[in-house]
């Protein structure tokens, strides 16, 4: 059985994964690079997100963010950049005749930022109000609660964004220490997915040919303590209490990441999962509620979120604390596992119609896990 993808790994480390896509004519290029805010020190937290912001700033070819955007504004394409826990991912996606200047424009970015001074201080102001803006936001916060609370004062527990005050002291050396230490070819991938056409291989080398080469540092490991259950509350005034109530879970590299997946679904993963149900129709106690998971190369979790009125919040603690032991003590019924699977089947289906959708699924699968399951 051919493979939908093909995978090759160039003299330098630099990993291609190509994914050809009959029935589209956009094609995506995604560059992902193996580093995010679990590989930084508290003296310079934050600099994976804000070097992301850098990267939209100018190169020697395109001098300034105006240049940058215009590049593919002019042909309707679409471009972006994420930042999180263990990578970092910058792509365009253009009409597949528009292909030799997406991979230009995106090698260009990556490899060739001028990260001026001048520039990082005018970002660190729209950086500190992401901030803000994150702080302002409940339903947002709760997230940086929720992690800090399971992982404490390490990385894993610290802001993606970072600290105001840490965003206000870094320098451009800064910067360039973190390039040289990440951003190196055995930990990028570059995938290509959608109607890719030929001779891909000789271009990804050309674009590439000066990334650097040095081995990029590691991690170090999450340090998981936990012996009975841990609580955190921040006061804050407003109409709506925004929970999070989980229990950990599994790393990437556990098989049993995919059950709790399914557990995630019946418990609040649709509109006809348990505590939707429960907390929503029946008793009119949420707006949003919700249950997901979420793996890493060394954590995971399993965790319930809502927006509660702030006089029955003990009652929607209540209502998920009791699913999550019927989940204990009663075995699912052959229905709605079924229904579970098949709901995650298709969502699946539906979400690898795009171009960005495979390149993002390959991508992360090459990059964190070092395999590919299709």
Known sequence: MNKPYQ??????????????????????????????????????NGISHFLEHMFFKGTKKRPNTLTIAETLDKVGGEYNA???????????????????????????????????QKEIEREKGVIIEEINMNLDQPQRYVWKLWEQLLYGD????????????????????????????????????????GNIGKNLKPKIRNYFRNINTKAAKVKNKVIEKQRKPGLLVYYKKTDQTHLRLGVRGYDIFNPN?????????????????????????????????????????????????????NQRVDKSIEIILKNYKLIRDKKIGKEELKKAKDFMKGRTILAMEESDEQAEFYAFQELLENRILT
């Open 82 to 116: 994420f930042t999180w826990k263990e990578y970092t991912g910058y792509y365009a996606k253009v009409a597949s005749k528009h292909l030799d200047l997406a991979l230009g424009w995106v090698s260009d970015i990556f490899l060739n930022s001028k990260l001026e």
């Open 7 to 44: 995978k090759f790994t160039f003299k330098n480390g630099l990993r291609l994964v190509t994914v050809p896509m009959k029935n589209t004519k956009a094609v995506t290029v995604l560059v992902l690079v193996g580093t995010g805010s679990k590989y930084e020190t508290k003296e310079i």
């Open 257 to 309: 990441k995919y059950a709790l997946g399914i557990l995630g679904v019946i418990l609040g993963g649709n509109m006809s999962s348990r505590l939707w149900i429960e907390i929503r129709e029946k008793h009119g106690l949420a707006y949003y509620v919700r249950t997901g998971t979420e793996n890493h190369t060394d954590t995971g979790w399993l965790c319930t979120s809502a927006g509660i009125d």
């Open 154 to 193: 390490q990385p894993a527990g610290w802001l993606v964004l970072g600290e105001k005050e840490v965003i206000k002291i870094l320098k451009r050396q800064d910067f360039m220490n973190y390039l040289k230490n990440h951003y190196s070819a055995q930990n990028t991938v570059v995938v290509v997915a």
